[in-house]
């Protein structure tokens, strides 16, 4: 017989958390051996457990999920990785294809599913909700969104997108540094470029601009 499935339950919303604990641990298959607050908790708990499944919440504080992803990827090359989102925003969905997430379910699907898109993900099967999988399409290149308008975030560099979504949630250019591991300066750079390029240069409007794009949460 199979050992059950090792999963590790990441969410900043407590109830949350021990809801999804407590579906999976029924499973005679599963086992949960770990939960986590934020992205950072995270890397550290599957760099330590390195489960077979991680289901990842999207937006939380702290490090980017994306971010912890790549490094989860480099560090446990076995562990899949299943997003769980209350939205299905196209760049969400582009950066879940970019780092070959297993899954992306929106909350509002039942926990069952939940529970089989562990099963697919353990055996190399990836599980996209209706509402994100009607988005995507699979050609010679791979799995990317069918379309995507071209906004004014798309002049943005990768990093200069990652310090944008960190000051849309009301991060201090102190606290972008420390979670990215940059110097203050280097932050204080890319803010200042992102903010030319987009020509906004007000924290609100900002923010606003970061929520219409599908880059945060509001």
Not at 54 to 80: K, N, Q
Not at 94 to 112: F, R
Not at 176 to 191: C, D, G, N, P, W
Request: charged share 25%.
């Amino acid at each position: 017989m199979n050992p059950p499935i090792s999963i590790l339950v990441v969410d900043d919303h407590a109830i949350v958390r021990s809801s999804l604990a407590r579906t999976l641990n029924d499973e005679q298959d599963m086992t949960v051996v770990g939960t986590a607050g934020d992205a950072d908790e995270a890397l550290a708990e599957a760099i330590r457990l390195k489960p077979a499944v991680i289901l990842m919440d999207i937006d939380m504080p702290g490090l980017l999920c994306f971010s912890a992803v790549e490094t989860i990827h480099a560090r446990c090359p076995g562990t899949r990785v299943i997003f769980l989102s209350a939205f299905a925003h196209d760049r969400f969905i582009e950066q879940a294809l970019a780092v070959e997430a297993s899954g992306y379910i929106t909350k509002d699907e039942p926990t069952q599913t939940v529970v089989d898109a562990i099963r697919n993900a353990v055996g190399g099967i990836a599980y996209f909700s209706p509402a994100v999988r009607s988005r995507i399409v699979v050609d010679s290149s791979g799995a990317h969104l069918a379309q995507r308008r071209q906004t004014r975030a798309d002049t943005l560099t990768p990093r200069e997108l990652e310090v944008l979504r960190y000051l849309a949630r009301g991060m201090s250019k102190k606290e972008v540094a420390a979670t990215m591991h940059l110097s203050v300066k280097t932050v204080e750079y890319h803010s200042a470029s992102l903010m030319n390029k987009l020509d906004i240069h007000d924290r609100v409007e900002l923010a606003r601009f970061a929520i219409r794009e599908g880059l945060a949460e509001p």
